[in-house]
Structure formats: C-alpha cells, structure tokens
C-alpha cells in the first residue's frame, strides 16, 4: 500500500507562508491523484486541496476557505506533492495529512480520502 510522509509543518505568524511537502517511494508516483486533508482539534478531518495525476492534463481543486491562498503542485521527479500556504490565518491551525484521492470522470480529482493515513505534520499559526 502506498506510504506517504507529511513534512514541512510549524510555527509560523498570522499572514506568513509555509511549504508543506508530501512524498512517497518504490512507486509510480505519476499515476496517483493526491488530497491535503487537515484536522483542527475537536473537529472532523476535511479535505481542501487535491492535484490529479500528470496522465493526462493535471486538474487542481481547492475548498472555499483555501482559495486565493494556498496552490498545489507535483513534482513527479522527486515523487512529492508540495502545498504552498500563503497568508496564513489562525483558523488554519491543524494537523496536515496527504493521502491518495479519485477522480470525476470528468477528470477533477475529489477531496475524498481513498488511501491511508500518515503521521501528518502540526501546522501553528499564531502570534
């Protein structure tokens, strides 16, 4: 089954920038369409930001309360899905986690966990 790592979480200032980089090994990277999921304390997991596989034209998806801010990107060379979070809110506070997602069959990738769950990273935003 496919293992993802999380990495690249911290501390970071309202308004402030963080990349965070999900990754994988011994698999072809380049087939997998990828979800950011983040879990506050005392509320669900929820899925906000996905990137479908480079087979084909590679489709993005974002929830409402990211959009603007945060952009997803691959680099299938290095296996790793990147999130870059730009002005960072206090509500954005969460446990980060990658894992695998499908796709319409239009070809839009679904912020739906199908795969398992990694160790996540701590994302703090605060002052």
């Known amino acids: 089954q496919l293992q993802l790592v999380e990495s690249g979480g911290g501390l970071v200032q309202p308004g402030g920038s963080l990349r965070l980089s999900c990754a994988a090994s011994?698999?072809?990277?380049?087939?997998?369409?990828i979800g950011w999921f983040r879990q506050s304390p005392g509320k669900e997991r929820e899925g906000f930001s996905c990137?479908?596989?480079?087979?084909?034209?590679?489709?993005?998806n974002y929830a409402d309360s990211v959009k603007g801010r945060f952009a997803i990107s691959r680099d299938d060379a290095k296996n790793t899905v990147y999130l870059q979070m730009n002005t960072l809110k206090p509500e954005d506070t969460a446990v980060y986690y990658c894992?695998?997602?499908?796709?319409?069959?239009?070809?839009?990738?679904?912020?739906?966990?199908?795969?398992?769950w990694g160790q996540g990273t701590q994302v703090t935003v605060s002052s």
């Open positions: 011994g698999v072809s990277w380049e087939y997998y369409n």
């Open positions: 894992t695998t997602v499908p796709l319409t069959v239009q070809g839009m990738c679904i912020m739906t966990s199908i795969g398992s």
């Open positions: 990137i479908s596989s480079n087979i084909g034209r590679t489709n993005t």
